[in-house]
C-alpha cells in the first residue's frame, strides 16, 4: 500500500467522534434556501460529493455539471481518473469518512456510485449529518440496511433519490396509469425478466491471490465485507457476480424492470417466496436464477383492485413463457428485460422501465395522466440528466414544502427489500420450501430452530478417463435460522458498522 493511502485512511473511531461533535455544530443548507432566488445563480448551486466515481458515478456526475462538484472519493485511483480529470478542482480521497471529517461543512449532498455492499453505510453516516443522497440502485445489499435508509431519511429530512433512472421517464408513470385505470382488470400474476448478466457470475472461488495495483486500496473496497485476497476476478466491475460485494444480476436489474411492478401494484413486503438457479456456489451469484414472490391482497387503486399477486422474475437467459396472444417472431425484450401484466381482461406488456407498452389484445387505450412527467418539467431526458437533476431540485426545496423525487428512498426502501427478498430466497434454496416472509419484524417464520443448510464452495469438475466427474466440495452445515438472519443483517466487519436503527 502506497504512503497516500495510509495517510487518507482514517479510524472508525475517530470519524464516529469526529462527525458526532461535526453534526452538532452545523447544519447545512443550500444558499437556495437561504436567498430565496428563483434561479440558480453561481452562489446557488450545490455543493455535491462523489464517492465511487469510476463508472456509473462518473456518468452521474457528468449529469450535474450545472452544480459545484466539490470533492471526489474512491477506493481505485486509476479507475477514478476519468472523473479526476473532469473536476480537477474537486479535493480528492481515498476515504470517505476522512472526506466527510474534513469537508462535512462544506458538502450539501453526495453521489454514492461504489459496491453494493457499501452503499449503506456511507448513505446513513451521510445522512445522520443532515446530507442528501442520491445512491445508485440497488440501494442495498441486505433487507435490514433498506429499512435503515428509509427510516433516516424521514427522520434526518433529507432529499433522496435512488439510480434508477427509468423513474424519471415516462414508461413507469404511463404503465401505473394503464393498470390504474382498469385497462386489463385485476392483475394475479407479473413475469419479468432480463438478458443480464453481462458480467462473470457462477465462479468458483479463486484460490490465489494477486498483488494489489498501487492505484488500489483493497481494505478500502472491501470496507463492512470479510477480508479476502485481492483477485482480478473481483475488480474493477465484476464485483457485481460475488455476494460479498454485489447482488447478481437479479440486485442489479430488478431495481429497474421490477419498478413499474411495485408502483403499479403498490407492493409492500412478500409473504411468501421461493427460488431456484443453475449451480449456487456460496461466493458467487448462479449463471440464471427464477424466484416467485406473493404478496398478499391490498385493496384498490384506481379502478383495479388488488388481490394476492405472485410476481415472476427470471434472468440469465431465462425468460417467461410467450402468452398464446403473444405476436410470432417479435422480441419481448426492451433495453434489458421485460414484464408481463396478467389481467382479468387483458394483457400488458411493457420492457424495461415500463417503456412502449402495449395490451396484447391490440387495443388502443387512452387514459388520464395523473402521474408527474419529470422529462417534461425538466426538459430532460431520463437519460439525459433528469433523474439526478430532480435530485438536485428537491434537495433545494424546504423539507416542509419539498416535492418528492420519483425514486426516494420512501418508496425506493421498501421495494428494494422485494428485490434483496428475491436474492435471499436465491441463496436459501436448498431448503426446499416455499418460505414464508414476516416483513414488519424482518424474518422468515417457518425455518425450524434445527434446520441446517449448506452450499457448494467449488464445483471439482475434471474429466477423467473421458468421463465428467464432479467433486463438490461444500460448506459445513449451518444453522438455517442463523444463516438467514446473517443475510438479513449482515455482521459487519470489526472497525465498520451503522448507525441505530430509528424507532
Known amino acids: 500500500?502506497?504512503?497516500?493511502?495510509?495517510?487518507?485512511?482514517?479510524?472508525?473511531?475517530?470519524?464516529?467522534?469526529?462527525?458526532?461533535?461535526?453534526?452538532?455544530?452545523?447544519?447545512?443548507?443550500?444558499?437556495?434556501?437561504?436567498?430565496?432566488?428563483?434561479?440558480?445563480?453561481?452562489?446557488?448551486?450545490?455543493?455535491?460529493?462523489?464517492?465511487?466515481?469510476?463508472?456509473?458515478?462518473?456518468a452521474n456526475l457528468k449529469n450535474l455539471t450545472s452544480q459545484n462538484i466539490v470533492s471526489l472519493c474512491d477506493v481505485d485511483w486509476k479507475y477514478a481518473k476519468g472523473a479526476f480529470d473532469l473536476f480537477p478542482k474537486a479535493k480528492k480521497y481515498w476515504d470517505w469518512r476522512k472526506m466527510f471529517d474534513e469537508m462535512g461543512s462544506e458538502i450539501d449532498g453526495i453521489v454514492v456510485a461504489t459496491a453494493d455492499h457499501t452503499h449503506a453505510i456511507i448513505s446513513a453516516h451521510a445522512m445522520t449529518m443532515g446530507k442528501h443522497v442520491f445512491l445508485q440502485k440497488p440501494l442495498t445489499h441486505s433487507v435490514y440496511e433498506s429499512r435503515l435508509l428509509t427510516k433516516l431519511a424521514v427522520k434526518h429530512k433529507v432529499a433522496t433519490q435512488m439510480g434508477n433512472q427509468g423513474a424519471s421517464g415516462a414508461g413507469v408513470a404511463e404503465t401505473c396509469e394503464i393498470l390504474w385505470s382498469g385497462a386489463i382488470g385485476d392483475v394475479t400474476k407479473v413475469e419479468s425478466f432480463t438478458d443480464r448478466p453481462i458480467w462473470p457470475q457462477g465462479l468458483n472461488t479463486p484460490e490465489r491471490g494477486d498483488w494489489v495495483p498501487d492505484t488500489l486500496n483493497w481494505d478500502l473496497f472491501t470496507g463492512p465485507a470479510k477480508m479476502k485476497p485481492f483477485n482480478e476476478v473481483y475488480h474493477p466491475w465484476n464485483w457485481r457476480g460475488w455476494w460479498d460485494?454485489?447482488?447478481g444480476a437479479l440486485g442489479d436489474m430488478a431495481c429497474h424492470i421490477l419498478h413499474p411492478v411495485f408502483e403499479g401494484l403498490k407492493l409492500g413486503y412478500p409473504t411468501k417466496v421461493q427460488a431456484s438457479s443453475s449451480l449456487l456456489l456460496n461466493e458467487s451469484a448462479p449463471v440464471s436464477q427464477a424466484a416467485k414472490l406473493t404478496f398478499p391482497a391490498r385493496g384498490k387503486q384506481g379502478k383495479m383492485k388488488l388481490p394476492e399477486v405472485d410476481v415472476y422474475w427470471y434472468d440469465g437467459g431465462i425468460k417467461p413463457e410467450l402468452p398464446d396472444n403473444w405476436p410470432a417472431g417479435k422480441d419481448p425484450n426492451k433495453n434489458g428485460g421485460g414484464t408481463y401484466f396478467y389481467g382479468t381482461k387483458d394483457i400488458l406488456h411493457v420492457g424495461c422501465y415500463g417503456l412502449e407498452p402495449e395490451l396484447l389484445s391490440g387495443r388502443k387505450i387512452s387514459v388520464?395522466?395523473?402521474?408527474?412527467?419529470?422529462?417534461?418539467?425538466?426538459?430532460?431526458?431520463?437519460?439525459?440528466?433528469?433523474?439526478?437533476?430532480?435530485w438536485v431540485r428537491a434537495c433545494k426545496e424546504s423539507a416542509e414544502n419539498r416535492k418528492p423525487c420519483t425514486s426516494d428512498f420512501a418508496e425506493a426502501g421498501p421495494f428494494n427489500e422485494m428485490v434483496v427478498m428475491g436474492v435471499l430466497a436465491v441463496r436459501l434454496q436448498a431448503l426446499n420450501k416455499i418460505l414464508e416472509w414476516d416483513g414488519v419484524n424482518m424474518k422468515f417464520t417457518n425455518i425450524d430452530a434445527n434446520e441446517k443448510i449448506s452450499t457448494v464452495i467449488k464445483d471439482g469438475f475434471k474429466i477423467h478417463d473421458g468421463h465428467p466427474t464432479f467433486d463438490k466440495t461444500w460448506t459445513e452445515p449451518m444453522n438455517a435460522i442463523e444463516y438467514s438472519q446473517e443475510l438479513i443483517k449482515h455482521t459487519y466487519r470489526e472497525g465498520w458498522s451503522l448507525p441505530d436503527m430509528p424507532v
Open 245 to 247: 460485494y454485489g447482488t
Open 368 to 390: 388520464p395522466k395523473t402521474e408527474r412527467r419529470v422529462e417534461e418539467e425538466l426538459k430532460l431526458s431520463w437519460n439525459e440528466g433528469a433523474h439526478e437533476m430532480d
Open 1 to 58: 500500500m502506497s504512503e497516500i493511502k495510509k495517510e487518507n485512511t482514517l479510524s472508525r473511531r475517530d470519524f464516529v467522534g469526529k462527525t458526532l461533535a461535526a453534526t452538532a455544530a452545523f447544519t447545512i443548507v443550500p444558499s437556495f434556501a437561504v436567498s430565496g432566488l428563483g434561479h440558480i445563480a453561481p452562489s446557488d448551486k450545490l455543493n455535491i460529493a462523489g464517492i465511487g466515481v469510476g463508472g456509473m458515478g462518473l
